[in-house]
């Protein structure tokens, strides 16, 4: 049996009531919170405060992989259902909240201990509740000379955002293909050690991502099959020297060839790192808030924009930021060679500012050279700030091949459906070797609760018209999940299908996070359909 309500419901329930008895007996009291503000903390907190949709009816906060497997197994015979997470700063995806109304947020917050920092191999392992700033300062109080990739804001987890396929900067930027030997706690309570974590005591768990038979981690990143406890991630030697790179150009219309010049130059490696590529306007939102450049009604109009742009100085319609790490003669080479491949095109600035690694003052970078030198860095949260008010946004991002073409047609259909529904388009890539991710931001003030649903109904409007075109998610809203698991539709669905038969098996109660990604257990499917 378990226990579906909505989250006033589930208060109201004794039998619910009696499950967070046994929840306090094992994690102690003081870590389940039935209270408004902290249930609203680990909602949906881009949301309106008047919808509540996602609101949990509970919060537990574990401290101990004891403690957590606890908790699933009393979930799992009471039939409660849980949804975890890792500091619960998934923002623009929905949070810390739950998919399905009356599931119980399980946040790993407390779980927060650097369990090993490993220069010679240069890797860490690290708890859920480790965030990027607190690793940062670990490593730096402690002397070690390694850097750890790192996304634009700080204070999100290690583990939490490498599970979401979350991107950073530094050569492994690709985070997600960084991680290496996990620890899980299965849906029943039984933990498992993945890669050559399986075999005890295995001096190769952070070393080696196979072991013998399937390769499994990524089963558990972005999924509902078990709650990660611990995490290996493979991190980058401090270089002898770093180099943060800067390219601007004015013209909207070079973009793609811009994406043209820089491909060859990441499939070969010359740009070691993953740069990113966005508009005036992401850049803009960083530094200040809309009123600051613009107070007229509606969308920034683009020759305005183009005004704006050209007043300031080392910004452009399209701002490129690469970094380079190494030898000092090798970066030089590499350096002048992407200077080479891009000036050609007409109008381009290419900077670049050179320094040891050792010798790095974080005082003396920008945001940019920040996060490129595994510096973890909050001013990037300002963007929420961009329409005023209480800020928040819903993000939109979507996979594509690395070419020109492809950035045009997708800013081609993402910036006039941005601005006819009345957001400023603040959009931008994230470089792989052979692909990208189009990240578009919809700001508006939580407190416009018009604003938050047009958000919300472009993203899933954006959702379908970009799959008509052959391209699909990397990340979703909690609201758009189903859509996105959707368009994924080769054979009939083959895929989701393949994902409820594991879901099935693994969790036949469906306790873990119901809904996660579009994966409904058994009980939920028809009614999930149906909602869809």
């Known amino acids: 049996m378990t226990i579906t309500h909505s989250t006033e419901d589930a208060l109201a329930d004794s039998a619910f009531q009696a499950a967070l008895e046994e929840f306090r007996a094992v994690i102690g009291a003081e870590n389940v919170h039935t209270d408004p503000e902290t249930r609203r903390e680990y909602s949906d907190t881009y949301s309106p405060k008047e919808w509540t949709e996602y609101l949990p009816p509970a919060v537990l906060q574990p401290a101990t992989v004891e403690e957590v497997q606890a908790v699933v197994r009393i979930a799992n015979r009471l039939g409660i259902e849980l949804w975890a997470n890792s500091q619960g700063r998934n923002n623009g995806y929905g949070g810390s909240a739950p998919r399905h109304a009356g599931t119980v947020v399980v946040n790993l917050r407390r779980m927060n ?11 860490v392992v690290v708890e859920p509740g480790v965030s990027f700033n607190d690793l ?14 790192c996304p634009d804001i700080g204070w999100g987890s290690v583990v939490g955002n490498s599970l979401e396929h979350g991107f950073g900067y530094t050569v492994n930027g690709d985070r997600a293909n960084s991680v290496c030997g996990i620890e899980v706690v299965l849906p029943n309570g039984e933990l498992l050690r993945t890669g050559m974590g399986a075999m005890t005591d295995n001096p190769s768990w952070h070393l080696s991502k196979r072991g013998f038979g399937p390769m499994v981690d990524s089963l558990f990143m972005q999924s509902n099959f078990g709650i990660v406890t611990k995490m290996g991630l493979w991190c980058m030697p401090e270089p002898e020297f770093y180099l ?23 499939i070969d490696r010359t740009i070691p790192n993953y740069p990113s590529v966005f508009t005036a306007s992401g850049a803009l939102a ?11 009604e509606g969308p920034i109009p683009f020759e305005i924009s183009k005004a704006i742009v050209s007043s300031i100085p080392n910004l452009g319609m399209w701002n490129l930021r690469f970094a380079l790490y190494g030898r000092e003669n090798v970066v030089d080479a590499q350096f002048e060679n992407i200077t080479r491949a891009l000036e050609h095109i007409p109008g381009i600035n290419i900077t670049g500012t050179k320094m040891r690694g050792d010798e790095i003052d974080p005082e003396s970078l920008d945001q940019s050279g920040k996060v490129q030198a ?11 700030s961009w329409a005023g008010g209480e800020g928040g946004h819903i993000g939109f991002s979507t996979v594509l091949p690395l070419t020109g073409r492809d950035g045009r047609t997708i800013t081609d259909l993402v910036r006039p459906a941005s601005e006819q529904a009345g957001f400023d388009y603040i959009g931008g ?7 990208m991710m189009h990240v578009t931001l919809m700001v508006y003030d939580t407190a416009d609760e018009p604003a938050a649903a047009r958000a919300r109904d472009l993203c899933g409007e954006l959702v379908a018209t970009s799959a008509a075109m052959g391209y699909g998610e990397y990340r979703a809203h909690l609201s758009n999940m189903d859509n996105v698991q959707d368009t994924f539709d080769f054979n009939d669905h083959a895929m989701r299908r393949f994902y409820e038969t594991l879901k099935d098996a693994i969790d036949p109660e469906g306790i873990l996070a119901p809904g996660k990604q579009g994966i409904w257990p058994r009980r939920l499917r028809e009614e999930a359909r149906e909602r869809a």
Request: aromatic content about 12%; overall charge negative.
């Open 374 to 384: 595994g510096i973890p860095d909050m001013q990037l949260l300002n963007t929420s």
């Open 429 to 435: 890539f994230l470089l792989r070797e052979r692909s």
């Open 286 to 296: 960083v530094v200040g808030k809309r009123t600051d450049f613009y107070d007229g």
């Open 244 to 266: 943060t790179g800067w390219v601007t150009i004015d013209d909207d219309e070079q973009l793609p060839d811009l994406l043209e010049a820089v491909r060859p130059l990441m």
């Open 136 to 149: 940062y300062d670990y490593t730096q109080a402690n002397g070690h000379r390694i850097w750890v990739d």
């Open 113 to 123: 201990r650097v369990l090993e920092v490993n220069e010679e191999f240069s890797y």
